[in-house]
């Protein structure tokens, strides 16, 4: 796979080997099988979550809020299928796509044959990453997924230069019983973070742009210069 390097000893081991421990909804997408369904998923899960917006609506919004530049540097977090790095791409952003699972960093790297595309496996909550390396930062709905989303903000904050761009793509509290049900370490150890919350872990970056569209919030953040 063109420019796939592994940026932690075994980012998906877990616990136990000085990695963070992983969530079910973690581990559930090291499988083969989930990776080969996520883009067919992805296309449609706005939709089924309630919200009226397509693929290309939402990388529209993400153009016209974020204006990424050509040569820029973009750090994609939890790639997948390589969604937002493939729109960053088409700008003419350089991309680091990085995701814990393989088989989605290979499924990605399939779909957006990109040489601006740089593919890593990685566990976000904890990079070695340098730091201020990136003029902006792409995190679709690996908020959710993630087991501890304060490390992964956290870390985002950090590897951004100051004045770049955080975007966020996540499904947001709606205090719901599946919400609840899905939080639950057995089914799936979802995070649905408060959009308050969020802010409060990303001290020195301000709010520029926040849009909920049902239960799934769009929100853009800048780094202090
Ligand atoms: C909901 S999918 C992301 C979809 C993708 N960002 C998009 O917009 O199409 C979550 C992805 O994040 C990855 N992931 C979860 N926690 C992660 C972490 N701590 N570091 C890196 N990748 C992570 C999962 O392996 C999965 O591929």
Redesign the pocket.
Known sequence: MQGQENLNPD?SSGAGQGN?P??A??RS??LPLT?AG??WW?ARSLRALGADFSLEREAALFRALCRPLPGQDWL?????????AGVLARQGCRVLA????AP?LREGAKREPDARIDWAQ????R?DLPPASFDGV?????L?????PA??LRECARVLRPGGQLWL?YLRRTGGPLQAVLGHPAAGGLNFPDPAWVGRCLPGLTRTDGLGVGAVQFERYVKSA
């Open positions: 980012p963070p992983l969530s909804a973690q997408n090291l990776a996520y883009a992805r994609d977090v939890g790639t997948s299928a390589g969604f937002y990085v995701d814990l699972s989605m990685l566990n976000m909550e990079s792409t995190v679709g709905a690996t959710n997924e993630t087991r501890g490390d992964l793509m």
